[in-house]
C-alpha cells in the first residue's frame, strides 16, 4: 500500500499554486504568477513541466511556476507553511485531509467559479465518473477540492497458472475462496493477496451493505454482524494458506513475480511492479472481486483532488482557472497515462488518447471495465485514525489469533474515540 501511496501522493501533491502569504495580485498589471509545489522526480517532473509550459503559452492572466519539494515529511511541512502564510495555493489532497483543511477553514470553495456562467465548468457534476461527485461534496454545498485523476483496486493474477488450472478469474469473493482453494492444493501457495488489507476489508464491508462512518454523530456506524463475518473470512482464509498478507515483504507485486502467491489485489498505477517476473509468465489484470455481481458494487476512490488554499481573490481564480483547463478532457487524458490511472472525467475516457493507452496497458483496462463502482467513504476529522485501527484490528485477528470480536470491539471503540475527539 505505500508504494501505491507514493505513486498516488505524488500525483496529488504536484500541484500547489501561489504562496498564500506572498505578493498580492489583485493589484498588478501583469499575469498573476501562481507557485505550483511537487514532489515529481525524473519522467514525471519533466511531464509536469511540459504541462506548466503549455498551460503558461495558452493564456496570458496567469502564470505558473513550479517548485520542488522533498516528500519527505511533506505533509507536516505543507501545514506548517499554510499556517504560516508561505505555503501554496494549490496541492493535491486526500479526502481524510481535505476534512482537517475545512476544520481550520483553510480552503476556497470551488462551487461559485464552477457554477460560474463565464468561466464555469458545464455538466460538472454529470461528467464525472463513479460517485466522485459525492466524494468532493460531502462537506456540504460545496467543492473544495477539483479530481483529476483516478486510480484503485485491481486484480493481478498469474495468467498461466490460472490457464494450466483451467481457472477463471474469479468475479465474486466466494468464487476467489474457491480458486485459492484450488491453487493452494495444486502448488502448496496461496492463490490471493492483498496490497492494503485495510482498502479490500472496507470494500468488503461496502459491497456487503455495512455503513461505515456517521457524519452527523461522529461515530462508526458499521454492521457488526457483517464486519465480524468478513474479518473472519480473510482470518480463516490466511490461516488455511489460501489467503496471504505482505508482511516483511510490504508489497505483494515481489512475492507475486515471484510465484509465491498467484494474485493479489493492487493499484493499477503499480502494473510496472506487477510484470517484473523476467518472462516467467503471463500476467492478467481484472477488475476486483465483488461480493454479488448486481449490488453494492464497490472500488475505493484513491484520487482525492486539488484543494485551493485561501488567499487572494485574484490569486484563488488565477488557480481555479488553471485547474479547469488541466482538467479539459485532452489534458486530464494525457495525465492519466503517466500514472497508469483514469482520468476523473467522462469526456477524457472517451478521447482517442485514452482509448488507445487502454489498449496498451491491462491494469487501466480492468480499471476502465469497473470504473462504474469507485465510491467513497465518509472522511471527518479523525477518519485517518479509523483506518489506523482497522489495520491493528486485521493484524491482530489473521496474524497473532486474537480473538475476531475482541478485536473488533477495540477497534470500535478507538476509532469512536478519535472521531469524538
Known sequence: MKKLLTVVLVVFMALGLVACGGNDNNNQTGPVEVTLWHTYTEHHNDYLNKIIDEFNASQTEVKVVAVQQPYQDFDANLLQAVRNGVGPDIVGRFATNIADYLEDDLIVDFAPYINDSKIGIPNFKENLIGDLYGEITQWGNGVYCIPVIVTSEVLFYNKTLFDSLELAVPTTWAEMEEVSRTIYKATGKPGFGTDSAIDTYQGLLMQNGSGYINAETKAMDVNETIALEQLNFLADGIKEGIFRLPGDDYYLSGPFCSGAVASYIGSSAGV??????????????????????????????????????????????????????????????????????????????????????????????????????????????????????????????????????????????????????
Open 272 to 421: 510496472g511492479y506487477a510484470t517484473q517476473n523476467d518472462g516467467a509468465f503471463e500476467v492478467g489484470c481484472a477488475p476486483i472481486p465483488q461480493a454479488n455481481k448486481d449490488t453494492n458494487p464497490y472500488i475505493s476512490s484513491w484520487g482525492g483532488g486539488y484543494v485551493c488554499f485561501k488567499s487572494t481573490e485574484a490569486k484563488e481564480e488565477a488557480a481555479y482557472k488553471f485547474l479547469k483547463w488541466f482538467t479539459g478532457a485532452e489534458q486530464a487524458a494525457k495525465w492519466a497515462e503517466q500514472f497508469g490511472a483514469l482520468p476523473a472525467y467522462k469526456d477524457a475516457l472517451e478521447t482517442d488518447t485514452f482509448k488507445n493507452f487502454v489498449e496498451t496497458n491491462i491494469a487501466v483496462k480492468a480499471l476502465y471495465e469497473e470504473y462504474y463502482a469507485v465510491n467513497w467513504l465518509n472522511s471527518i476529522k479523525g477518519s485517518a485514525a479509523v483506518r489506523t485501527a482497522i489495520d491493528k484490528m486485521i493484524s491482530e485477528v489473521c496474524l497473532t489469533g486474537v480473538d475476531a470480536k475482541t478485536a473488533y470491539d477495540t477497534m470500535i471503540a478507538t476509532s469512536n474515540k478519535e472521531l469524538g475527539e
